[in-house]
């Protein structure tokens, strides 16, 4: 069973904001006590908070193992800009416009 658990995973998609609107809303109807309805909201929402948390330690990861930030890596693989006139022309390192 690949799926068990789905809750735990990524594959919940929206299930998991879902259940927590719904509980907010339908909750008090359904469980018919308070303190139950309160209870699984609370848990519903700590779950959340835990998968979020679990989401973005992944990412840092991702961009940990790179060696740094995205925008260094860019900034340091540019290859030398060279700046072009109107008619086509290279225009060198000391005859910029400025």
């Known amino acids: 069973m690949p799926n068990s658990g789905f809750i735990w995973t990524g594959n919940s998609g929206c299930l998991l904001p879902f259940l927590i609107i719904f509980n ?5 109807l359904i469980f ?5 309805w309160l209870s699984i909201e609370f848990v519903l929402i700590l779950i959340f ?9 992944k990412i840092k990861q991702q961009f940990g193992q790179q060696g740094g930030s995205f925008v260094s890596n860019s900034q340091t693989h540019r290859p030398a800009a060279k700046v072009i006139d109107v008619q086509g022309d290279v225009i060198e390192e000391d005859k910029k416009l400025k």
Do not use: A, E
């Open 24 to 28: 907010l809303f339908f909750g008090k």
């Open 32 to 36: 018919n006590s308070t303190r139950i």
């Open 49 to 57: 908070i835990l998968k979020i948390r679990i989401m973005v330690n």
